[in-house]
């Protein structure tokens, strides 16, 4: 069982950047993938990027070359680095953590059994 806190959301304006952080804690010794995705009203929660037990990472095709997940191990934190941020990024975003996710499976949502809270982020024109 782990637990996870992000952190780091709020209103930036287009063209700028953000934070965000999750931090896990609970059984936190096993190995996990993790993935970032995000919600509006009406829609499924989108992939935005993930990385997984060897630290390989992959992304949304919408935020390619914008943003970067990284992690710190030694802190139990994940980050999503955000630039260049959109108006069509905005949405509540999750952090999600899973030991056993496919690589085909790191940006599906249903391929996640561990959740944070969300964090919103708005991104105003």
């Known amino acids: 069982q782990v637990q996870l806190v992000e952190s780091g959301g709020g209103s930036v304006q287009a063209g700028g950047s953000l934070r965000l952080s999750c931090l896990a804690s609970g059984n936190t010794l096993r190995p996990y993938s993790m993935g970032w995705f995000r919600q509006v009203p009406g829609k499924g929660r989108e992939g935005v990027a993930a990385?997984?037990?060897?630290?390989?990472?992959t992304y949304g095709n919408s935020v390619k070359g914008r943003f970067t997940i990284s992690k710190d191990a030694a802190k139990n934190t994940l980050y999503l680095q955000m630039n260049s941020l959109k108006p069509e990024d905005t949405g509540m975003y999750y952090c999600?953590?899973?030991?056993?996710?496919?690589?085909?499976?790191?940006?599906?949502?249903?391929?996640?059994?561990?959740w944070g809270q969300g964090t919103q982020v708005t991104v105003s024109s």
């Open positions: 990385i997984d037990t060897d630290g390989m990472t």
């Open positions: 999600a953590a899973e030991p056993r996710a496919r690589w085909w499976g790191l940006l599906r949502s249903d391929a996640y059994t561990h």
